[in-house]
């Protein structure tokens, strides 16, 4: 019953955070959002005993690719002052936020050390390694998946440098080929005059 419990508000929880990815109008904010969702998605992959795809979640996407992803939204054209103004706005419902994934993260944790079950998954054997059966399942049978998955992500990365590169009005780029082909006769004239008295 009570696992049935934190499986629900963990999906709640999840619905919750996709839905305000959706709908929020600040680029940072639908990023903030996204890192709940990502962390709700970690605790239920706890809830379904596999630990290596909750640490691969919370460390690749919620540690790096997030941040990425808020570098490239920061360094569009958006109004830091607002941005900054807000923050203490905000900082009791970060709060309120950080507070709650840790009482999730406490609650998983006890709920696996009593060595509970969730209904409706199977009991594993005991020298069972779910990061074998991943790999397994993962580079054979679903190897084309995975492939284009990497590909996307790929094409993601590139996206966001081409984002992050574009021409802005009065930016001043260096032509390195220019610079190296400059004659110094022509950049500098040597004026001689009579020193003062």
């Given amino acids: 019953m009570f696992q049935a419990i934190l499986f629900y508000a963990f999906s709640g929880l999840l ?3 996709a839905l ?3 709908f929020s109008r600040n680029p940072v904010h639908a990023i903030m959002f996204l890192v709940a969702a ?4 970690a605790v239920l992959w706890l809830l379904a005993e596999a630990e290596f795809l909750a640490i691969i979640l919370v460390l690749v996407y919620v540690g790096a690719v997030m941040v990425l992803f808020l570098f490239v939204v920061m360094m569009l054209d958006i109004n830091i002052e607002e941005a900054r103004g807000g923050l203490s706005k905000y900082a009791p419902l970060g709060l309120i936020i ?3 994934m840790i009482v999730e993260l406490i609650q998983v944790i006890r709920f696996r050390s ?3 079950v969730l209904q409706g998954f199977a009991v594993t054997p ?4 779910n990061t074998e059966a991943l790999g397994a399942v993962l580079y054979t049978e679903h190897v084309y998946a995975f492939e284009i998955a990497s590909v996307i992500l790929l094409l993601a990365i ?3 440098i081409t984002l992050t590169m574009r021409k802005r009005p009065g930016l001043k780029a260096q032509n390195i080929s220019e610079q190296v082909a400059v004659d110094p006769k022509d950049r500098m004239r040597i004026i001689k005059m ?4």
């Avoid at 005991?126 to 390694?129: A, L, W």
């Fill in 126 to 129: 005991e020298n069972y390694s």
């Fill in 15 to 17: 619905l919750a955070a």
């Fill in 98 to 100: 950080a507070a709650l």
């Fill in 158 to 160: 590139v996206a966001a």
């Fill in 114 to 116: 009593d060595g509970e």
């Fill in 20 to 22: 305000g990815v959706i």
């Fill in 38 to 41: 990502f962390f709700q998605s």
């Fill in 194 to 197: 009579k020193s003062e008295s």
